[in-house]
C-alpha cells in the first residue's frame, strides 16, 4: 500500500491505494455531454507511462528520433510535452486539496485538465494534480509526477490474484449498458448505448488484430466478437482466403490447438500482464482483452424463458418492456485505436497499416467512431 505526499511539504494527499494496470478506456472520450463514471476503483492508483496534456506540438516539430524513443512509429497530429508517469486515482481519494478556479480549463460541465494542474495542496499552496470530471470524460485525478511522492505504508498486502481467481471472481463488462446525460429542463436522464468500455477495448484491440493479420484476412469466433470485431475486419482487410484464425483462449478455456493463428486473451487488471499459454512452443500472435470483456466473450450468459407462476422472478426473460437496443451498429473507438496502433513497432514496416491511420476515408467512418 502507498499514500501520496506533497513533494513540497510533506502532507498526506491521498487515501492508502494499492497499485493496478491503467484500464484501457483511460483517454478515452466518449461521444457528447455523456457522464462517465469514475475511471479508478476506489483505493487503486494506475501509472500513466505517456504524456498527457499540454503543452503541445505538431508532428512536423518533432523530430523522428524522438518520437521513435517514445515509443510512436507513426505519425500523430500532435504530441503532448507533458510530464509522463502520472499516477491515476479516483476523485475520492484524495486528500488534503482545494481546487484551483482560474485553472478550470475549456470545459462546459466540468473541469477537463486543459490548462495543467487544478488541484493544489492545502497545506502549501503547490499545484499537484489535475482533476478531470468534464462531460465524455472518465473521472479521475492525475497526480503530477514531479510535485508528489509515493510513500509506503503499514498495510494488509495482498497478492495479485491468480487467473483462476481472476475467471471465477471476474466481473463481466456488458456489452450494451444505459449511458447517463447531464440534467437538462426535465431532469437528469439516459439512453441505452454499446458500452463505451467496450468500444474502447475493441479500439486497442482492433489495432492488434490488423498487426496479427499481416495483411491477410482474419476470422474471428461467432457470437459476440463477431459482432465487435468482424465488420471492422472486413472492411480494412482484404477479402478471400486463406483466413487466419483468431480463437478465445484463456484461463478455464480448453487449449486452442496449433491452427490458430491469433488468440484473444485477457489482461490481468492488477499487474497488467497478458495471460499466455503454458505451451512454450506455441507462438500464436497474443490480442489482448481486459478481463470484464474477456470474460463476456469466454461465457456469453444466455438466459432462457421459462414459465413462472406469480410475481415473474429477475432471473427470468420478459418481453415487456422489450430491451433498449443502440440505434447503431457497434464501432471501435477510433482514438483509443490510434493511440495503441502508432506505438506497436510493426507500423513502422507495413506501409497499409500506416495508410489506415493516415486515411480517414479508407472505410474508417464506417467501423470507427
Not at 463481466?172 to 474502447?200: D, F, K, N
Amino acid at each position: 500500500m502507498f499514500v501520496f505526499t506533497c513533494a513540497g511539504c510533506g502532507a498526506e494527499l491521498t487515501a492508502p491505494l494499492s497499485q493496478v494496470a491503467l484500464p484501457v478506456h483511460a483517454r478515452q472520450k466518449y461521444g457528447n455531454g455523456a457522464q462517465l463514471p469514475v475511471l479508478m476503483q476506489a483505493g487503486t492508483f494506475a501509472v500513466d507511462p505517456d504524456p498527457w496534456g499540454g503543452p503541445w506540438r505538431k508532428w512536423d516539430e518533432t523530430d523522428p528520433g524522438e518520437a521513435e524513443e517514445r515509443g510512436i512509429h507513426a505519425p500523430v497530429r500532435a504530441l503532448s510535452d507533458g510530464r509522463p508517469g502520472a499516477s491515476v486515482i479516483a476523485p475520492g481519494d484524495i486528500r488534503g486539496t482545494r481546487l484551483i478556479p482560474e485553472q478550470r480549463g475549456g470545459a462546459c460541465c466540468g473541469l477537463d485538465g486543459a490548462d495543467g494542474p487544478n488541484t493544489a495542496c492545502d497545506a502549501c499552496d503547490l499545484p499537484v494534480a489535475t482533476r478531470v470530471d468534464d462531460c465524455s470524460l472518465w473521472q479521475a485525478v492525475r497526480l503530477s509526477p514531479d510535485a508528489v511522492h509515493r510513500i509506503p505504508v503499514d498495510g494488509t498486502h495482498v497478492a495479485p490474484l491468480s487467473w483462476t481467481e481472476l475467471a471465477e471472481q471476474g466481473e463481466e463488462i456488458p456489452l450494451i449498458e444505459p449511458i447517463a446525460t447531464w440534467g437538462g429542463p426535465l431532469g437528469p436522464s439516459h439512453y441505452w448505448s454499446w458500452s463505451p468500455r467496450w468500444e474502447a477495448a475493441a479500439g486497442h484491440a482492433l489495432a492488434h488484430l490488423l498487426v496479427a493479420s499481416r495483411g491477410a484476412p482474419v476470422k474471428v469466433p461467432d457470437g459476440a466478437a463477431t459482432d465487435v470485431f468482424q465488420r471492422a475486419l472486413d472492411t480494412l482487410l482484404p477479402t478471400g482466403a486463406p483466413k487466419r484464425r483468431a480463437v478465445l483462449a484463456g484461463p478455464g478455456r480448453p487449449s486452442p490447438g496449433g491452427d490458430a493463428d491469433i488468440l484473444l486473451v485477457p489482461i490481468h487488471p492488477q499487474t497488467g500482464r497478458t495471460w499466455t499459454p503454458e505451451d512454450p512452443a506455441a507462438s500464436p500472435y497474443l490480442v489482448p482483452l481486459p478481463l470484464g470483456v474477456w470474460l463476456c466473450l469466454a461465457s456469453p450468459q444466455r438466459y432462457v424463458p421459462v414459465p413462472a407462476a406469480g410475481r415473474i422472478p429477475e432471473d427470468v426473460l420478459r418481453d415487456d418492456p422489450l430491451p433498449m437496443l443502440p440505434n447503431q451498429l457497434f464501432r471501435a473507438d477510433r482514438e483509443t485505436f490510434d493511440h495503441t496502433l502508432v506505438r506497436l513497432p510493426a507500423v513502422r514496416r507495413s506501409p497499409w497499416l500506416r495508410a489506415i491511420l493516415e486515411d480517414r476515408a479508407h472505410g474508417m467512418s464506417a467501423v470507427l467512431v
